[in-house]
Nanobody, 121 residues
Framework: VQLQASGGGLVQPGGSLRLSCAAS????????IGWFRQAPGKERRFVAA???????WYSDSVKGRFTISRDNAESTVSLQMNNLEPEDTAVYYC????????????????WGQGTLVTVSS
């Protein structure tokens, strides 16, 4: 079982990035897939999640700027991030949850290794 996050990098404020989370070893469409982020010295926090039904959820800080989507046939989940701000700088993690609150890290069974997003001019 593996989740592989990719797509991070350095971007200027106002720019865009698209993160991708590739799943292997399990059936992606059975799980809720979430994105979390962790800034230096801070705890890991919820960013967005997509349910089996494709219903989506976002933190208030990214609502209207980020979009999560899934492609079960390709076993991938993407996070499109627009109008990025310096406060979005963090390591971004994707994770898979079979049950439990999608806002809570403890509900997630599998985690990717993280990809670094840096927003700076």
């Amino acid at each position: 079982v593996q989740l592989q996050a990719s797509g991070g990098g350095l971007v200027q404020p106002g720019g865009s990035l698209r993160l991708s989370c590739a799943a292997s070893g399990f059936t992606l469409d059975y799980y809720v897939i979430g994105w979390f982020r962790q800034a230096p010295g801070k705890e890991r926090r919820f960013v967005a999640a997509i349910e089996r039904s494709d219903r989506t959820w976002y933190s208030d800080s990214v609502k209207g700027r980020f979009t999560i989507s899934r492609d079960n046939a390709e076993s991938t989940v993407s996070l499109q991030m627009n109008n990025l701000e310096p406060e979005d700088t963090a390591v971004y993690y994707c994770a898979a949850s079979f049950s439990g609150s999608l806002y809570y890290t403890g509900s997630y069974d599998y985690w990717g290794q993280g990809t670094l997003v840096t927003v700076s001019s």
